[in-house]
């Protein structure tokens, strides 16, 4: 796949970049080395202020980054702009918490003596320069959830990008530059996807992080499992949005319409198989159907636009072939289903709405990434449950429900990395990030994501 920049709204080559060879990434990883040996020495205040100057320049850069953003990957450039200052929320926070997240810690409730120490803590250290492979569908945010608590914690980064956004990455270099990090610490490796092997297996790189399809998983696991060094991976997600009988119909069916269609459609973290109680499922399907077709597709930098274009011609492709699979089977068309009309350069499809899905059907296992929703009648909790668990997936899942004993039921038994009640998933700084299954492990943000690159260091001391 080559480096380049093409306007997913008009299947237009804006730019070509040349690929780092061999030697210039060899000398990016030695920058990273050389970079973490005096880096990981610097205090937090130091580091905080860094962040916070990246943070600044960042906020600075707002309209102009997210214009970027929207021409390399075809998301509306409200929702760019969104990215980008929800980049500088998280900036700022790990800025503020690092330090005490990474604090000592004291053992909970143990008396250490019999062990023959006076004292014993953990110390957490950084591990070393870090390999992050990041997509292109959220190409500022899943990059800072990385960096901002990989950096705080006294790594150093190596940012593998998607290649359909380079400006994106070299822009992010350039703001960590501008912040005064010293040279090393954030670098930019412009290489294909056959780079990433011979990276992850060079002995200087400590550890990787991983956030893509399946696939992309699987290869980085590999690797790293024979090289015996860490991963985080967030993969793939099909996410349930369960609807109960005692749901607020209405404002569960108008979160749902932004639950499935935010970035295009195209998030891991995207509602995609709405579970519906019979009591509730005619009033639901009628409100969401509604809401899906009234959405307007069209130019991503028009700021009425709420739709954009799939980010490749390739991605339309496999999402046809999701919804002609699932309609061969017997599944309805509720609306949508096609490409739309006057949009005829770029990648651009409609929102659509499917009811009466097969379990055979590739869309009822696959992750279906564009504006395409799946709507299932469940007769009780329990089959809502057992739908919504039938997946290879585990990222994240959404209920609507006013019975507290229902949402308990629903964090107990729901296999996700996260449950979102009467509300749509969202990723924030102070929470916990990553799913189960397919969906990866590991997790980002947090202080459960600043630990996941660091040496929790037993540090005993003799009486």
Not at 278 to 292: H, I, K, N, Q, S
Not at 293 to 319: N, Q
């Amino acid at each position: 796949m080559p480096i380049a920049t093409v306007n997913p709204a008009t299947g237009e080559t804006l730019r070509t970049f040349r690929p780092y060879g061999p030697d210039e990434v060899e000398q990016r990883v030695a920058a990273a080395d050389r970079a973490f040996r005096h880096y990981r020495t610097t205090a937090f205040g130091e580091r905080a202020a860094l962040l916070g100057r990246a943070a600044d320049l960042l906020e600075e850069d707002v309209p102009d980054i997210a214009r970027t953003v929207t021409t390399e990957m075809g998301k509306p450039v409200t929702a760019a702009r969104a990215e980008a200052a929800k980049c500088v929320k998280a900036m700022r926070w790990y800025a503020h918490n690092a330090e005490a997240l990474l604090a000592d810690e004291r053992p909970a409730g143990a008396d250490v003596r019999d062990s023959g120490a006076s004292t014993a803590r953990v110390h957490y250290r950084p591990l070393g320069p870090v390999l992050a492979v990041m997509p292109w569908n959220f190409p500022l945010w899943q990059v800072v959830r990385f960096a901002a608590p990989a950096l705080m914690a006294g790594n150093t980064g190596l940012l593998k990008h998607a290649s359909n956004v380079p400006q994106t990455a070299l822009y992010l270099e350039d703001l960590f530059r501008r912040a005064g990090y010293p040279d090393g610490v954030f670098q930019t490796l412009l290489t294909g996807s056959g780079a990433v092997e011979g990276v992850l297996r060079d002995p200087r790189v400590a550890a990787a992080t991983l956030t893509g399809s399946e696939a992309a998983g699987r290869s980085v696991a590999a690797v790293a499992g024979d090289e015996v060094k860490k991963t985080v991976l967030e993969l793939g997600g099909s996410d349930p949005y369960l609807v109960l009988p005692s749901a607020d119909v209405e404002r569960a069916a108008a979160t749902a319409v932004t639950a499935r269609t935010q970035n295009n459609g195209q998030s891991c973290i995207a509602a995609k198989r709405f579970i519906v109680h019979t009591d509730v499922y005619d009033a639901f399907l009628e409100r969401f159907t509604a809401g899906m077709a009234a959405l307007t597709v069209g130019d991503p930098m028009d700021e009425a636009t709420d739709v954009g274009p799939l980010a490749s011609e390739s991605g339309r492709v496999d999402l046809e072939e999701l919804v002609a699979d699932a309609v061969g089977r017997g599944a309805s068309v509720r609306c949508g289903g096609r490409r739309p009309e006057g949009l005829d350069r770029g990648w651009f499809y409609e929102p659509t709405v499917l009811t009466g899905v097969a379990p055979g059907a590739r869309i009822h296992r696959e992750e279906a990434f564009g504006p395409v929703a799946v709507v299932y009648r469940a007769g009780g909790l329990d089959e809502a449950l057992d739908i919504a668990n039938d997946s290879p997936f585990g990222l994240s899942s959404n209920v609507w429900t006013r019975d507290a004993s229902e949402v308990e039921r629903c964090v107990r038994d729901l296999e996700a990395g996260g449950v979102f009640v009467n509300g749509m998933t969202a990723s924030h700084p102070a929470l916990p990030f990553g799913g189960v299954k397919r969906s990866g492990y590991g997790r980002e943000l947090s202080g459960h994501g600043i630990k996941e690159f660091c040496n929790a260091t037993t540090v005993w001391q003799a009486a």
